[in-house]
């Protein structure tokens, strides 16, 4: 087993996780337990992790052949200080949730896994988006083990389109069904992860936007979550309560509202709209 350890003033396990941007992970009570902090169970494709603060450290355990992905996508290797400081310079709102979110990091997350799952993400509640996906796995996700334990991957889109449209019916995705499925079909024939990561923002967007049940929101969230296209601002209800009532914005069209938030915070983006989700919601699941 590998070992992570990764100064925590820029990495809270806790806050990273909860702020909407991933859907698989759990707390692990019996190892909270033992060491006195809480510890979470993370998942991502095929892997698994166990992810915890420790004092001033934050400490990630992974298989050692996953130790790259998981540095990787925990985002270690950039440095959050100068993203707090940008976001502290606006003063404000915008400050005070750098302040409260200090410690979160945008996750470098499989794309497939990442598109799949913010299709289920729309107009759902995240426990709901948690349980539904859960379900997914163990519907079709390969069996996998982790310092003795099972557990599920993430469904390749070759599983995925050997289940009919039934099947994502009954586990809860009602009209989303028909997306997933569509989706699962044509996805080795028209995604290529590769080619898409070369495409400016702008071709990104308008490729994802393409797929069928995709709008605004959920392209923003796979930009930015799957590809760390940090110049894009996913709205939804929270950020479109702060916009209103802390930012003083006056646009009812949530469209909108990511192209004038994206133009403001610019590269920036995303971070901040972490930090800003982050501390509108509050942790409430």
Known sequence: ?????????????????????????????????????????????????????????????????????????????????????????????????????????????????????????????????????????????????????????????????LRDEEFFKGIGLGYRAAYIKNLADGFDKTIKAEELKHLSDEELRKYLLSIYGVGRKVADCVSLFAFHRSGSFPVDTWIEKIYKEDLGGTLNDREKVACELAEKFGENSGYFQQYLFHYKRGLKD
């Open 1 to 161: 087993m590998e070992k992570i350890v990764y100064e925590s003033e820029f990495f809270s396990v806790k806050d990273t996780l909860f702020c909407g941007q991933v859907f698989r992970f759990k707390l692990n009570p019996v190892l909270s337990k033992a060491r006195g902090a809480e510890s979470y169970d993370v998942f991502s494709a095929d892997k698994r992790c166990l992810a915890y603060n420790d004092g001033a450290k934050a400490v990630i355990e992974c298989e050692e052949k996953d130790a790259d992905y998981f540095y990787n996508y925990f985002d270690l290797r950039r440095d959050y200080s100068a993203i707090f400081k940008a976001a502290e310079s606006f003063g404000g709102v915008i400050k005070a949730a750098a302040e409260a979110g200090k410690g979160i990091r945008i996750l470098n997350q499989d794309v497939t896994e990442t598109l799949f799952s913010f299709i289920v993400s729309q107009n759902n509640n995240i426990p709901r988006i948690k349980a539904i996906i859960e379900k997914l796995c163990a519907g079709a996700g390969e069996e996998k083990e982790f310092s003795g334990e099972k557990y599920f991957a993430f469904p390749t889109p070759y599983a995925l389109s």
